[in-house]
């Protein structure tokens, strides 16, 4: 069992940044893959950033790489996502989720897990 906390969203002007921070409860964080997504209004939950255990491999979807980095302190059970240049179109909630499953699993189906989500909005 994980159970996972999200912080730090809130309303940011285009071109700010922002973290958001998944806590994680459990013994098992340091074994599962994280990922961040995020859901629009009147959207489908996109995948936005996923890493593996042992921090060795990233994936990102391609409208925030370059962007966006996720990272995790297993020490902390946390993971982490650093949002720059935020655009309004980044605007959506943002869920942290973990996966038992093999590399960084794309699809939310693969993610057994799930935190309440943390807003981000950003203005033009």
């Known amino acids: 069992q994980v159970d996972l906390v999200e912080s730090g969203g809130g309303l940011v002007q285009a071109g700010g940044s922002l973290r958001l921070s998944c806590a994680a409860s459990g013994r098992t964080f340091s074994s599962v893959v994280m990922g961040w997504f995020r859901q629009a209004p009147g959207k489908e939950r996109d995948f936005v950033a996923g890493i593996s255990w042992n921090s060795g491999r990233t994936s990102y979807a391609s409208g925030v790489k370059g962007r966006f980095t996720i990272f995790r302190e297993n020490s902390k059970s946390t993971v982490f996502l650093q949002m720059n240049s935020l655009q309004p179109e980044d605007t959506a909630v943002y869920y942290c989720?973990?996966?038992?499953?093999?590399?960084?699993?794309?699809?939310?189906?693969?993610?057994?897990?799930w935190g309440q989500g943390t807003q981000v909005t950003v203005s033009s």
């Open positions: 989720a973990a996966s038992r499953g093999v590399g960084i699993p794309l699809g939310q189906q693969e993610y057994g897990y």
